[in-house]
């Protein structure tokens, strides 16, 4: 079975930090990029960040540079996403997803997709 399953999400304080977690299933493990993305209410999905498994390569959306943080455990096949200095613009539900393409920062370019987790900052 490709899985993927997030977990971390939470209600807090604008200024708090958060750690979501990834954990992906035996089939994922060779997946070439890991990536997270969120939602909001009404809108599409968003790019947040994602890593390269062999390199390590991180990329980052602008309006998280700075402040989250995406890594990647491969003996664990387990990603995560440190999330600092939430802001109330932050709230979403976050998920996770994997491919084999480069095109990361493109959501229709992922194959797998965990169910998500929901993240609500607080001013």
């Known amino acids: 079975q490709v899985q993927l399953v997030e977990s971390g999400g939470r209600s807090v304080q604008a200024g708090d930090s958060l750690t979501l977690s990834c954990v992906g299933s035996e089939r994922t493990r060779d997946l070439y990029v890991t990536g997270w993305f969120r939602q909001a209410p009404g809108k599409e999905h968003e790019f947040v960040a994602a890593?390269?498994?062999?390199?390590?390569?991180?990329y980052y959306a602008n309006s998280v540079a700075g402040r989250f943080t995406i890594s990647r455990d491969n003996a664990k096949n387990t990603a995560y996403l440190q999330l600092n200095s939430l802001k109330p613009e932050d709230t979403a539900v976050y998920y996770c997803a994997a491919t084999d393409s480069s095109d990361h920062g493109r959501a229709g370019a992922y194959d797998v997709w965990g169910q998500g987790t929901q993240v609500t900052v607080s001013s």
């Open positions: 890593i390269y498994r062999k390199t390590q390569t991180k």
